[in-house]
């Protein structure tokens, strides 16, 4: 059992906290965040210990970065001089975006270093995370971040360039599907749905498809074929998505968000 602390508890923050104190293997988990009220209300929730940052770099095992990139100088500059001058043992895990393995070394005196992705349905433990380690995280190290980091959802290890490429999608995904949800239940509304309705019935098909594809084990455009009967309704509103250039708007958005990430 160990003392796990969160620099930064807004949604990945929160999540991940949530996840450790979920698995059972923390001895205390401390919360530090810009805003103290959201510490204070997470605090509640998962019997953690509201503290400032320097309480965090001096006595947490596990420090985990869960602020937002243009904070990170600022955040650092507090709790440098602390780490600095620990005598024990203590690992950054870092959800900071853009901030690779080798720079986090760089920044943090050598200290061993997990790299951890998640994404926004993490918080109710339906999560996928990408991480990585340096080589210096030993294997008991490795397994303990896992074991504490389960509940959170599905957990991939990958390389540096990979975690960046595919977290475009796991990461920035939600929001896209969730435009795309929105949508779904205006044109759903435009036909008479009730609007609480709309939502509802589109959650459930998003859930729903994406399950059947897991499932399945099929090709995306199997499951689209399969469903546009010959002259059907189906393959006439496929028809006004191509049209419209979904599909390319889609592939186009996601290699954008990829280049700003990396």
Do not use: W
């Amino acid at each position: 059992m160990k003392t796990i602390g969160f620099i930064g508890t807004g949604n990945m923050g929160g999540a991940l906290a949530t996840a450790a104190y979920k698995s059972g293997s923390a001895d205390r988990i401390l919360l530090a965040n810009r805003t103290r009220k959201k510490a204070e209300d997470l605090a509640k929730e998962i019997n953690g210990t509201v503290c400032d940052n320097e309480t965090v770099a001096k006595e947490a095992e596990y420090i985990f970065l869960g602020v937002k990139p243009q904070f990170l100088d600022e955040m650092f500059e507090g709790i440098k001089d602390i780490l600095k001058n620990r005598k024990d043992r203590c690992i950054i895990v870092s959800m900071v975006a853009g901030q690779k393995i080798p720079q986090l070394k760089e920044r943090f005196f050598d200290l061993p270093v997990i790299r951890i992705l998640p994404n926004i349905p993490t918080k109710t433990g339906d999560g996928f995370s990408f991480y990585g380690f340096s080589d210096d995280v030993t294997a008991e190290e490795r397994d303990y971040f896992l074991k504490l980091m389960a509940p959170s959802g599905i957990l991939v290890e990958a390389s540096e360039k990979e975690m960046g490429c595919a977290s475009s999608l796991t990461g920035c995904g939600p929001a896209f599907t969730a435009m795309y949800l929105e949508a779904l239940a205006d044109a759903a509304v435009a036909c008479g749905v009730p609007r609480k309705y709309a939502y509802i019935y589109g959650a459930q098909m998003l859930e729903g498809t994406a399950k059947y594809l897991l499932k399945a084990n099929i090709h995306p455009g199997e499951l689209k074929d399969s469903v546009c009967s010959p002259a059907g309704s189906t393959i006439q509103g496929v028809r006004v998505l191509e049209e419209k250039g979904f599909r390319a708007a889609v592939i186009d958005a996601l290699i954008t968000v990829n280049k700003v990430f990396n």
